[in-house]
């Protein structure tokens, strides 16, 4: 089994979460996974949410020349496996909020038209993503463009305000799993954890409710709890390969 592997990094990032209060936005931790679809498609030239909502532009649901699937990244990506390891320390990344001014004039309906933003941002994320190979077109495109620093779109983590970083690209070869431990995030198939973490290292388990996938009708997030962490587990889950003595979890 082969995969493509590269780092992917930033002097900041921020993975909005939908839901927010009257004070600020916030983060994710990591980047997820229909986020790495969107920075992938973006690279290759895929349309995204936008391109998709200006082509249903004045269209009616149901009606002829209506496009009822998803974006055109998501919808030519989803199946991709993808193993997403957070380089930090227990998997947690500093964050700040950040404030500032949306003064577009229209951003409020307060005097001046001035809106106070304030925003949760990653600081120095990086994470090593694995891409299983598929053999899908798709797949060849991603390799040539990232093998040779090519991009149709800038990718970026999460808003242009954002611009990535890939790194140490390479095509790897994965052997079948070797022990219980996971070095990436997975999802989580455990009540409890019964198992010891790694010898010599501080015991540690991070886990977040993360966006899994994309809903069809609507293309709200679907979620699923990722974890990461050095305790041993009792169960290994789906796809999992390893490669220089490490487990990544493909999702």
């Not at 931790?29 to 082509?55: D, S, V, Y």
């Not at 990506?77 to 957070?86: E, G, R």
Request: net charge neutral; with cysteine.
């Amino acid at each position: 089994m082969n995969a493509i592997s590269f780092k992917l990094r930033g002097k900041t990032a921020c993975f909005r979460k939908p839901d927010a209060n009257q004070f600020a936005y916030f983060s994710y931790n990591n980047i997820h996974k229909p986020a790495l679809l969107g920075l992938l498609g973006a690279i290759i030239g895929l349309g995204g949410h936008t391109q998709l909502h200006n082509k249903n532009r004045g269209l009616k649901s149901g009606k002829l020349g209506y496009d009822e699937g998803y974006p055109d990244f998501y919808e030519k990506l989803q199946n991709f496996k993808v193993s997403i390891a957070p380089l930090a320390p227990h998997g947690y990344f500093s964050k700040k909020i950040q404030v500032f001014n949306n003064s577009v004039g229209y951003a409020s309906q307060e005097m001046g038209g001035n809106l106070i933003v304030r925003e949760q941002w990653l600081e120095n994320p990086s994470w090593q993503i694995m891409i299983l190979d598929d053999a899908s077109d798709e797949y060849k495109k991603i390799v040539d463009y990232l093998q040779n620093q090519k991009a149709v779109f800038i990718p970026y983590l999460g808003k242009n305000d954002h611009p990535a970083n890939i790194e140490e690209v390479e095509i790897l070869e994965l052997q079948d799993a070797q022990g219980n431990y996971i070095n990436s995030l997975f999802i989580k198939n455990f009540d409890k954890l019964d198992g010891w973490a790694k010898e010599s290292e501080t015991p540690f388990i991070f886990q977040e409710v993360s966006p899994a996938r994309l809903q069809k009708k609507y293309h709200f997030y679907e979620y699923a709890t990722l974890v990461f962490t050095n305790y041993e587990l009792e169960i290994l889950p789906e796809n999992v390969f390893s490669h220089a003595g490490k487990n990544h979890a493909f999702i």
